[in-house]
Every structure is written in structure tokens, then in C-alpha cells.
């Protein structure tokens, strides 16, 4: 998911109740619940390094030990600093004697557990959409991915907004009247919006379940289908994107699971597998291929000639050497997710190598940014 889903479901983890346990209980889940997506930094060296790093041990269950342990450490650190701060300000006279507030001690074992509650909350997050996660690396690199959820739901915002604002107005309307503060405020709001979104996943979840079983149960490809898979839109639980593929082709279509619809063209919706030219087999062993191949489990690979790819300028050989372009997309990522959009003509994380004279590696990029 993407980091505002992130955060507001940490905030919504601390504010549930473990706020009551340990001071820092909220921040610690907020900093918990977004500090996976530091791997995103391996964007700097490139980005297929990104790819490959990208959803890595950060977003593994080992992973969100260490990085629970990592901001619990940084929260103890930065605790640290205002007990010695305050323990200087104490050695000043107060103004009319006034004293400090009674303050919420720290529980550090608490303080661990909530920031590992909200770290694993961020791999389950991510595993919903269809881009995926590894969650038992270092031990097995296996992609999982549930293809659920999409990977920005302003539902999901709104549930998790509501249940943050609400609380701070009706505060507003108690300080109106003169009503006693209450301590700890929104547990309840922030329980429902938890419980609201695990809700909403669940229906997702199984209506996902019935776009597979209403697409193994049609005929819409002319041809014995190998493996399926349903690809999600925002908002709309109902309507699902489906790819089936056979020995030779793939196809696509849209299903209703509350209209029981399934729509397909068979001319517009049909993508023949490319031919494997040695250009092909060549930018599958570059870097980019390897690591696309690895994590894309609908990639499509084809020797689209002497087109240029974007935010790479292609290569210049010698006379009488010729260059190609191979261009890799992956089929989950291949549809119109937003309203009047139209077609899509270039996916989302697609790949580009430049091969020279059908073997030899001479540029690579992924999403307009070439890796140097």
C-alpha cells in the first residue's frame, strides 16, 4: 500500500488502545507501521536496484522485528534526551509554584510490542495488492501476493481519517461546554476503523475468490487455460480485471461479481506470447532481466525493434552493428485502473534493454530512469 494507508493505519494501531500501556505507544506505531518503505532509498543507486530491493527483509517478518527494534531504539534515544533536558529545567525555580503534570511512564516492553504490531501490519498491508512481498526472506525468496486490495483506496482513508478527526471535534464540543478533558481519547473510533478495514479486506478477499471461479467456469478464451489470475480496481470491490493465459495467448477480461458479468473481446482482448528472438534471450540475463523476471509473475517479454525507450537515450554502434530494444511489462500492472483513462499504452513498471547485435547489454531503465 502506499505510505498515507501506512501511517493512518499506525496511528489508528496506537490510538486502539496501547496508548494506555506506555507513553510514545502512538509514535512508536506511526514510525513502525512506514519504516519498511525505507528500502525505497535503493532508488538512489538506480532503479533496478530498487526493484530488487524494493519489498525486501524490511518487509519480511524477521524484518519487522528489526525495524520494531530499530525505532523502539530511536523512541529510547530520543527519551533520553528529554529526561536530560528536563533534568536541567528542574534545577529552575518554578513561577508561582507551579509544578509539571504527572507523566505517562515509559513501558519498554510495551513499546516494542506495539512498534512490531504495527511493522507487521506493513507487510500485511503490502502482501493485499498485487505487487506482493517476500515475507520469509532471508530463508525463501518466494513471492506471495493476495491481489485483493488496490494499492490506494480512498475508502481505506476515509475509515482511518475519520476515526483521527473525529475524536480532536467532538473535543472541541466538550471544551464548548465546559465538559472535564478526557484522557486518551478515540479508542473507540480508532478499534472501528481497524475492524472496518479488516472487514472491508475480507470482502474483498472474497469476492476476489468469485472473479476466479466465475473465470475458470466461463469459455471466453477459445483455448485450454493454464493459470488465472484477478487484478483489482479501486473503490468497486465487484469489478475485477482477469487475466487468463493458454499454451499460446493471453486474454483478458472484466468481471462483475455482483452483476455475475464477464466482458471480453476476443480481438482487442487477446495478446499473443512474443516470439523469442536471441535479442530476447540476451536482455533476460541482463540485470534488469533477471531481477524482473524473478519478481514479475505475468512478465511479458518482446523485441520491440528500434524504438526508444523512455528516459534513455538509445545506443550508437558502429556501422554495420545493429541494436533492438526489448521492453518487459508484467500483465497485473497492464489495465486502466483509473475512470477515463482510456487504454493503457504503456504500463506501470515496465523495462527496457538496449541489445546490440542480438547479445551484448547496451543500457537498461525501468520507468523513464535508466540504471547507470
Known amino acids: 500500500m502506499e505510505p498515507v494507508t501506512h501511517l493512518l493505519t499506525g496511528a489508528c494501531i496506537g490510538r486502539a488502545g496501547l496508548n494506555r500501556k506506555t507513553a510514545y505507544a502512538t509514535l512508536a506505531a506511526v514510525l513502525a507501521a512506514e519504516a519498511a518503505d525505507l528500502d525505497m532509498l535503493w532508488g538512489f543507486a538506480g532503479p533496478v536496484e530498487e526493484l530488487k530491493h524494493h519489498r525486501g527483509f524490511t518487509h519480511s517478518l524477521l524484518g519487522a522485528a528489526v525495524m520494531a527494534g530499530v525505532v523502539a531504539g530511536g523512541i529510547w534515544l530520543g527519551h533520553l534526551w528529554r529526561q536530560r533536558r528536563r533534568a536541567r529545567k528542574s534545577t529552575t525555580p518554578s513561577r508561582d509554584g507551579e509544578t509539571l503534570p504527572p507523566r505517562q511512564p515509559v513501558r519498554w516492553p510495551w513499546l516494542y510490542c506495539t512498534a512490531l504490531l504495527a511493522a507487521l501490519s506493513h507487510v500485511l498491508l503490502d502482501w493485499t495488492n498485487n505487487y506482493g512481498v517476500r515475507p520469509f526472506l532471508p530463508f525463501n525468496a518466494r513471492w506471495y501476493a493476495g491481489s485483493f486490495m488496490f494499492v490506494a483506496d480512498p475508502l481505506l482513508w476515509a475509515l482511518l481519517l475519520a476515526a483521527l478527526i473525529?475524536?480532536?471535534?467532538?473535543?472541541?464540543?466538550?471544551?464548548?461546554?465546559?465538559?472535564?478533558?478526557?484522557?486518551f481519547r478515540g479508542r473507540g473510533w480508532a478499534i472501528f476503523a481497524l475492524s472496518a478495514m479488516a472487514a472491508l479486506g475480507c470482502l474483498r478477499w472474497w469476492q476476489h475468490a468469485?472473479?476466479?471461479?466465475?473465470?475458470?467456469?466461463?469459455?471466453?478464451?477459445?483455448?485450454p487455460?493454464?493459470?488465472?489470475?484477478?487484478?483489482?480496481?479501486?473503490?468497486?470491490?465487484?469489478?475485477?480485471?482477469v487475466i487468463l493465459e493458454t499454451a499460446n495467448f493471453y486474454q483478458t477480461a472484466e468481471v462483475n461479481t455482483w452483476t455475475l458479468s464477464i466482458n471480453s473481446d476476443p480481438y482487442r482482448d487477446v495478446l499473443y506470447k512474443p516470439r523469442a528472438t536471441p535479442a530476447v534471450e540476451a536482455a533476460r540475463r541482463s540485470f534488469l532481466g533477471r531481477e524482473y523476471l524473478n519478481w514479475g509473475s505475468w512478465a511479458v517479454v518482446r523485441d520491440v525493434g528500434q524504438e526508444p525507450a523512455p528516459g534513455m537515450e538509445p545506443p550508437k554502434p558502429p556501422p554495420g552493428h545493429e541494436w533492438t530494444t526489448v521492453e518487459f511489462s508484467d500483465l497485473r500492472f497492464r489495465y486502466s485502473f483509473l475512470p477515463n483513462r482510456g487504454p493503457a499504452s504503456r504500463s506501470p513498471l515496465s523495462g527496457w534493454v538496449y541489445i546490440v547485435d542480438g547479445h551484448e547489454v547496451a543500457g537498461e531503465a525501468m520507468d523513464g530512469k535508466e540504471q547507470r
Open 210 to 223: 468469485e472473479a476466479m471461479t466465475l473465470a475458470e467456469n466461463s469459455t471466453i478464451a477459445a483455448a
Open 225 to 241: 487455460v493454464t493459470r488465472i489470475a484477478a487484478e483489482p480496481y479501486p473503490l468497486n470491490p465487484f469489478r475485477w480485471h
Open 166 to 183: 473525529m475524536p480532536w471535534l467532538l473535543g472541541l464540543a466538550d471544551r464548548e461546554i465546559g465538559a472535564r478533558r478526557k484522557p
